[in-house]
């Protein structure tokens, strides 16, 4: 069971909470509290609220008074944006394999999921989209390394693709707190991939991709996140907190691939959602093949 302290509960609170919440569902706990580590819990949130003993902090939430147990974060750093000035339908220039971007528009500061089940291609995809766009921009690979550096090694150069030496793209080993790395200004971060911090807590994970967003405003730059899923169906571990900041979100099986949501079609008359393909992989899993669309369920 996560650790109940006033760290992890103000973290969960600015964070990860986006609306209304009951205190016993910070951190995933419902279920899991004794009668006293529910008094604990509440104390802790009363004072969140500016209550006895939180009144020398800042209040980040605040009672919703028609249900007893129900906060709302409070959110008043907001300042007025210049949106005006802004160019029309501004793309971020990001390319993905198998030609989505004819389906999909992808804005700046914005970020994509790519959801897979296991060995189903994901990290190919991921690294693919490295080298697609090595050329074009700056690009930052966020690797958990899992299966080692050799094996990061021998992938690259297994592509169709020549990668010169050096590469152009930095690889950084990171295993959490994927947020504190982006930073740079025109940046392309490819992340593989975000996991449950303490390997249980997978509630945390919707929280997580929302750090990487909110990082990624002003930037210019985009995100594009692995996440494990189930192979019996297209949301990842992490449940559908996961699809909230993405503006698209992909669901990769063996041998197929799918569109499960786009905030933006590239073509205004057809939107991509549940459009589908089948293909092959080569070159160990980085290079996609004989792709048809799919029109099963």
């Known amino acids: 069971?996560?650790?109940?302290?006033?760290?992890?509960?103000?973290?969960?609170?600015?964070?990860?909470?986006?609306?209304?919440?009951?205190y016993k569902n910070v951190l995933g706990l419902n279920s899991k509290l004794t009668p006293s580590d529910?008094?604990?819990?509440?104390?802790?949130?009363?004072?969140?609220?500016?209550?006895?003993d939180g009144k020398q902090c800042k209040a980040i939430c605040e009672p919703i008074g028609r249900h007893d147990g129900y906060y709302r974060p409070i959110q008043d750093g907001a300042m007025p944006l210049d949106w005006q000035e802004l160019e029309a339908r501004?793309?971020?220039?990001?390319?993905?394999?198998?030609?989505?971007?004819?389906?999909?528009?992808?804005?700046?500061?914005?970020?994509?999921?790519?959801?897979?089940?296991?060995?189903s291609g994901k990290t190919g995809f991921l690294?693919?989209?490295v080298v697609l766009n090595m050329n074009?921009?700056?690009?930052?690979?966020?690797?958990?390394?899992?299966?080692?550096?050799n094996m990061l090694r021998d992938r690259f150069f297994s592509m169709d693709i020549v990668i010169p030496n050096p590469a152009p793209f930095k690889v950084i080993n990171v295993v959490d707190h994927f947020h504190d790395y982006i930073k740079e200004k025109n940046t392309i971060y490819v992340i593989d991939y975000i996991d449950?911090?303490?390997?249980?807590?997978?509630?945390?994970?919707?929280?997580?991709?929302?750090?990487?967003?909110?990082?990624?405003?002003?930037?210019n730059s985009v995100a594009v996140i692995g996440l494990q899923k189930p192979s019996f169906r297209d949301i990842a571990i992490g449940g559908e907190n996961t699809l909230k900041a993405a503006t698209l979100y992909?669901?990769?099986?063996?041998?197929?691939?799918?569109?499960?949501?786009?905030?933006?079609?590239?073509?205004?008359?057809?939107?991509?959602?549940?459009?589908?393909?089948?293909?092959?992989?080569?070159?160990e899993g980085t290079k996609f093949t004989n792709i048809t669309p799919y029109y099963g369920e």
């Open 250 to 283: 992909l669901a990769m099986d063996n041998k197929k691939l799918k569109i499960v949501d786009a905030k933006v079609p590239a073509v205004d008359k057809t939107h991509p959602k549940n459009m589908a393909w089948v293909f092959d992989y080569e070159d």
């Open 136 to 149: 074009r921009t700056n690009v930052v690979l966020l690797s958990n390394l899992e299966g080692g550096l």
């Open 38 to 52: 529910d008094n604990k819990l509440r104390r802790i949130i009363h004072e969140c609220a500016g209550g006895k």
């Open 196 to 219: 449950a911090p303490e390997g249980t807590d997978f509630f945390m994970i919707g929280g997580l991709i929302n750090k990487v967003d909110k990082k990624l405003q002003g930037l």
């Open 90 to 119: 501004r793309d971020s220039g990001l390319i993905l394999p198998f030609g989505l971007r004819k389906y999909v528009f992808i804005y700046p500061d914005t970020t994509t999921v790519i959801a897979g089940s296991k060995s």
């Open 1 to 22: 069971m996560p650790e109940i302290s006033r760290y992890a509960i103000r973290e969960w609170i600015i964070n990860v909470a986006t609306g209304e919440f009951h």
């Open 127 to 129: 690294y693919r989209t």
